[in-house]
Each structure stands twice: as C-alpha cells, then as structure tokens.
C-alpha cells in the first residue's frame, strides 16, 4: 500500500490533509470575527469623555488645547485577545469656530492588527447669536492592516494571509456632523469613507460600522449635587454584514 510522507497511507492521508485544511480555514474564520467583534465594541469613552474618537465634527469644541488617551481589553483570559489604544489631541480657537485634531488608533484582534493615523479639520457655525451650533468635521489620514505572522497557529503558506498583507497602507478618511443647542447634541457620521466608497476592500465578515447617529441631552447637576452632570444618549450604528446596533 502507498503511503505519504506522514506514514499514512495515502487515501488517509488525503482526509488527514482535507481534515487540516478545514481547521486552518474554521481558526482564520474566528480570528477575524474576533477582529470585527472588537470594531463593533469600540471604547465607550468615544461616547462621553472624547466624542471626537467617533465624530470629526466635534474635534475643538472646546477652546484650547486637549489631549486624551484610552485602552480597552477585552477576554484578557484569552491569547491575541483584542485590544484597542487610541490618543487624540484636539485644539478649539479662541471664537469657537475652528476646531483641529489628530486621531491615532491601533486595534489588534487575534492575528489581525490595524493602525490609522488621521488629521481633522471641523467648523463650528454659530446659530441664534452663539446659541446653538452646527458643526461640520472631515478626518484624513492613512490606515494600516495585516495578519502578524508570529501569531499564526496555522499554514504560514496560505496565499490568503499574504494576498491580505500586500494590500499596503491605503488613505482613509471620516466625515461628521452635529448639532448642538444647551443641552441636546445631534450626531451623524461616517467612518472610513474609503471602505464607504471602494467595495473592492469590503470583506465577507462582520466589521467595523458603516455610519453613526445619535442623540443626546445633558442635564446639569444641580446644587449640591454629586453629579456635575448627566447625559443620556442614544446611539445607532449600522454595521456592514451584521444586523444594526443600537446603543444607550
């Protein structure tokens, strides 16, 4: 009986090699749901503390100069667990009408990491004699992603691995918009204009979010309170080859 270089003979040895394919194919599927897990769980600090993360539009609404940093792990537990760094420094003029930013961000999940690196330029538009606001927000920048072939558990001869890698750093870009008026914030944005617009890089699994809309209000503390202040807000995401979040 013929046998292959695995002392198997060689119909075994066709399965054995069916059987592996199988497992390499099923491990590089739930590496990369786990990648589009941590992109449809992003920080929560995008919501609150530095809504510019998720919105160009809100980059310098505030006068000065802000600098911000944020870390999220999840399933610490669990190797090449994802895990996301984001620092942001924004600077709003003295008028309020001007905003910049600069956006860096790094996501790794299982075997796939990704790094942008974007600049903002928003317009703030006063309304009712400074009463209320409508801001205008466009990020551009450069983005970055490959398999890191030290984490791979697999075939490292896989065409697929190297086909995702040579696609090289692209542009990419963001655009947003807000209305604010006292209390009440009235997001929309679109990220990653680039997988917006050029299917050819869209893939066939669950990833990052197509648009972002939400609404909020912030209510003031009041005197004496322990809270200065809270927002309930509401936040709607649509999600490209997943069903739609909805977030509050």
Known sequence: MKKTETGLPAGEGHQEHKRMKKILIISAMLLLGKSGYSQLNPMGSMYYQN???ANPAMAG????????AGYKAQWTAIEYAPAMEAV???HGSDNGKVGLGLNLFNDRAGVVQRTSA??????????NGGKSYLDFGLSAGI??????????????????????????IYFDGDFGLAYRNGGLTVQGALPNLKRFLDRDIRRSVADRSLYMASAGYRFAGGEGSALSAIEPKAVYRGVENYRDIFDA
């Open 88 to 90: 942001t420094a924004e």
């Open 61 to 68: 609404i505030n006068s000065g100069w802000e600098l911000s």
């Open 51 to 53: 809504q510019y993360l």
């Open 143 to 168: 983005m970055d992603e490959w398999v890191d072939f030290n984490r791979v558990r697999g075939d490292l001869t896989d065409p697929g691995l190297y086909n995702f890698n040579q696609r090289g």
């Open 118 to 127: 974007k600049a903002s330029y928003a317009y703030h538009l006063p309304l």
